[in-house]
């Protein structure tokens, strides 16, 4: 009996000592699958974190590149991370937006994790979309039109749907332009409206714009005899006119903003002569004052803006004369875009998807 129960409880120790070992085992291999899942979890935080700092390069530096074969590479909460991205779409034009595709990777304790996420690039601009070849944004002002000069809402580029020759803000200035005009007024044409009333007109906050724009590294003061360049279909500028400009005939055609300004008590006067046949494609500012003396073909192709500063309550003479013509071109708005884009170097980026 002695010896039975002996027996017994030597299997029964066995069985116990089996079914610990079996406990064991499997407490060690849920302990090292958690671990391991930590470390997967960590992995692919971390290689989201990574992205996230890229976009805030990006954003900073847009000639910061890693690529494939020469990636980004740093250590981020312990663990060992890399990047690159590549370029999969760009659009028709710079201004357009581009896609690109992150790749980050990141290794810890053993593990590794791979997060893709693609995304749209879109550059701020702030630039008012144009309302017309001439859009007057104040109520003082007096207009004139003589000689040769034409004013045409007509879409040069043939893409837009056309805009009105002039857009005034209310009935007013509308009876001054069409009264000032004279015999002149079928030199205004638009398969839309002549003049057109919208009391939506504003200079602001174009007014912002432009006093950010002037302080920034990049924008151009011109003055006197001018023979340097206005920007380029591939790289546009900003043009300033403080002081008194002449343009003369010679200088390739212009791309991007042109403002000229005058007449504000803490502004200095300013005055615009184009002499020859000069182009400027992109919008051409005229801020408290308008300042411009066009012999020869000048020509501004974009649309052209009129308005004043809060606080100016100076009248506006604006005198459509000579052989000056505007002509709103739609396409020429993308130079404005794209000028006033680099200038502020601000870029807002759109996650389209993201995928391990």
């Known amino acids: 009996m002695g010896r039975s129960v002996l027996i017994l409880a030597i299997g029964a120790t066995i069985i116990l000592g089996i079914v610990q070992l079996g406990l064991t085992v499997h407490k060690e291999t849920l302990v090292n699958n958690v671990a391991d899942y930590s470390s997967d979890n960590h992995a692919k935080n971390t290689a989201f974190t990574t992205i996230q700092l890229a976009m805030e390069k990006i954003n900073q530096d847009n000639t910061w590149h890693p690529t494939k074969s020469s990636p980004w590479n740093s250590k981020i909460e312990d663990a060992d991370v890399s990047l690159y991205y590549e370029t999969i779409g760009t659009g028709a034009t710079s201004l357009d937006a581009d896609t690109i595709r992150i790749y980050a990777t990141s290794r810890f304790l053993g593990e590794e994790a791979t997060i893709i996420s693609t995304f749209q690039k879109q550059r701020l601009d702030f630039v008012p979309e144009f309302e017309a070849a001439l859009s007057i944004a104040t109520n003082k002002f007096n207009f004139t039109m003589s000689g040769s000069a034409g004013i045409n809402g ?203």
């Not at 000069?278 to 009129?306: C, H, M, Q, R, W």
């Open 154 to 356: 007509n879409d040069a580029s043939g893409t837009c749907p056309d805009k009105p020759g002039i857009t005034v803000p209310d009935l007013i200035s509308e009876s001054k332009v069409i009264s000032g005009a004279g015999s002149k007024l079928g030199s205004i044409e638009s398969n839309d409206t002549q003049v057109s009333v919208d009391p939506n007109v504003s200079y602001s906050p174009v007014d912002e714009l432009i006093a950010r724009l002037e302080n920034l590294p990049g924008s151009v003061q011109i003055s006197g005899n001018y023979k340097g360049t206005l920007g380029s279909a591939d790289n546009p500028g900003i043009f300033f006119v403080n002081n008194y400009a002449k343009l003369s005939g010679g200088i390739p055609d212009g791309h991007g903003i042109l403002v000229v300004r005058s007449g504000g008590e803490l502004e200095l006067e300013g005055a615009l002569d184009l002499a020859g046949n000069v182009t400027f494609n992109g919008l051409v500012i005229f801020e408290n004052a308008y300042d411009f003396n066009g012999k020869g073909t000048p020509t501004i192709n974009g649309s052209v803006l009129v308005g004043n500063t809060p606080g100016s309550n100076d009248i506006i003479d604006i005198d459509i004369s000579g052989n000056l013509q505007l002509q709103y071109d739609c396409s020429a708005q993308e130079y404005a875009k794209i000028a006033s884009a680099e200038l502020l170097k601000q870029n807002r980026y759109i996650r389209l998807n993201t995928f391990e």
